[in-house]
C-alpha cells in the first residue's frame, strides 16, 4: 500500500506543501482554522510522518536513547518510565536498551543508538568499566549518566547520595535499639554500591557499634538473589536484630528466604532497603527504605541532556540528590520499654 505524502495532502487540502509542513510542526505562521483542517485530513487519509525525511532536514531526530543495565529491576523500569515521560514533555520520543550488565552488549546497543542517529544518550552503566568501555563512542554523541556517581570524570551524571543514604538508615536503626545490624548484598565492581556500604561503615563508627557485611555472589541485585543470600544468613541462630538490605529487591528476597524460614519480620528481625521501589509498599511487605527520588533523577536527566544538545559549549553537571528515609512498618524499636 503506497503511503501518503504530504503532497498528497496539499493537494487535496488545496493549500501549498509548505502549508502542510507548518501544520505539521505547529507553526504560528498559519492561521488556526487552516491548521486544523489540514491535520484533520492528515487524520483522514492515514498520514504518518516521514521521521527520517524530517530528521534530514531539520538535522535532529527528536529521538533519544536510554540504556539501562537490567530492565527486569524495577528501579530501572521505573526511572525508564519517568524518563520517558519527561522527553515526551518535550516532543523527543525514546528508544530503550538493555545492557543485561553486560559490558560488551553495553558498547554494542551505544553503538546502535548511535547510527539510529539519536540526538543523546542516557545511560545506567552496566559497571564500573562502563565509561572507560565507552569513552570513544561518548566523544560523539551528547551523552548523560544516572545512578552511578562518576566522580571526577568530565562527563554529565545524575546520582542519588548514595553514602548518605545509607548512613541516614543506619543511624534510624541505632534511633530503635539495635546494635547488630548486617548489611546485606554488597555487590562488588559496582561504584553505587560501594558507596551505599561505605556510608553504612561510617555510620557504624560514628555510632560506636561493630560492623558487619554480607557479601553479595551474584552479578545483580535481584529478588532471587537475596532470597538465596539470605537462605544462608537464617542457616544459623539469628546474630543480628535488623538487616539492611543494599536494594529493595534483595530485601524482597529477605522476606522470601525468612517466610521458608518461619522468621517474623520485624518481630523477629527488623529488615531496611534501599530504592523504594514500587512493590516496597504492597500490603504484608511495607519495607522501611531509603528512597532515591527517580522522578527528580529521571528529569534531571533529560534535562542535563537536552540542555547539552542546545548548547554544544555547555561543559559537564555533577547533580547529587538527596535521599529519603521511608518509615514503615519492616523495623521494630527493642528500646527498653518498647
Known amino acids: 500500500m503506497k503511503s501518503v505524502t504530504i503532497k498528497d495532502i496539499a493537494k487535496v487540502a488545496n493549500v501549498s506543501y509548505a502549508t502542510v509542513s507548518r501544520a505539521l510542526s505547529g507553526s504560528t505562521e498559519i492561521g488556526e482554522e487552516t491548521r486544523k483542517r489540514v491535520l484533520e485530513i492528515c487524520n483522514e487519509m492515514g498520514y504518518t510522518t516521514n521521521y527520517v525525511a524530517r530528521s534530514m532536514v531539520m538535522k535532529k531526530t527528536k529521538l533519544l536513547g536510554l540504556i539501562v543495565a537490567n530492565i527486569d529491576n524495577p528501579f530501572m523500569s521505573e526511572m525508564a518510565y519517568h524518563i520517558e515521560t519527561r522527553a515526551r514533555e518535550h516532543g523527543y520520543n525514546l528508544m530503550l536498551c538493555n545492557s543485561s550488565h553486560d559490558l560488551d552488549l553495553e558498547r554494542d546497543v551505544f553503538e546502535l543508538l548511535f547510527s539510529r542517529q539519536v540526538d543523546g544518550i542516557i545511560l545506567v552503566p552496566s559497571s564500573t568499566e562502563s ?3 565507552l569513552k570513544p563512542l561518548i566523544s560523539k554523541v551528547p551523552t548523560v549518566f544516572v545512578s552511578e556517581n562518576l566522580r571526577d570524570l568530565p562527563e554529565s551524571y545524575v546520582s542519588v547520595d548514595n553514602y ?4 541516614i ?3 534510624y536503626l541505632y534511633s530503635l535499639g539495635h546494635r547488630k545490624i548486617l548489611y546485606f548484598g554488597l555487590r562488588k565492581g559496582s561504584v553505587t554500591h560501594q558507596l551505599r556500604a561505605d556510608g553504612y561503615l561510617n555510620a557504624c563508627r560514628q555510632l560506636g557499634i561493630e560492623p558487619s557485611i554480607f557479601n553479595s ?8 538473589a537475596g532470597c538465596q543470600m539470605a537462605r544462608q544468613v537464617f542457616e544459623k541462630p539469628l546474630e543480628h536484630t535488623a538487616i539492611f538490605a543494599a ?14 524460614a518461619n522468621i517474623r519480620i520485624p518481630e523477629d528481625v527488623s529488615l531496611m532497603g534501599f530504592d523504594n521501589i514500587l512493590y516496597a509498599d504492597l500490603p504484608r511487605i511495607h519495607l522501611t527504605t531509603i528512597e532515591q527520588p527517580k522522578k527528580t533523577m529521571a528529569t534531571a536527566a533529560v534535562d542535563t541532556l537536552l540542555e547539552k544538545l542546545e548548547d554544544e559549549t555547555s561543559g559537564y553537571s555533577h547533580r547529587i540528590l538527596m535521599p529519603t528515609l521511608i518509615v514503615r512498618s519492616s523495623c ?6 518498647k
Open 247 to 260: 536494594t529493595d529487591s534483595l530485601a524482597l528476597g529477605v522476606f522470601e528466604a525468612a517466610e521458608e
Open 164 to 167: 548518605r543514604g545509607t548512613q
Open 217 to 224: 555472589t551474584f552479578s545483580l541485585s535481584s529478588v532471587q
Open 332 to 337: 521494630r524499636d527493642i528500646r527498653d520499654g
Open 169 to 171: 538508615g543506619t543511624e
Open 131 to 133: 565509561y572507560a568501555n
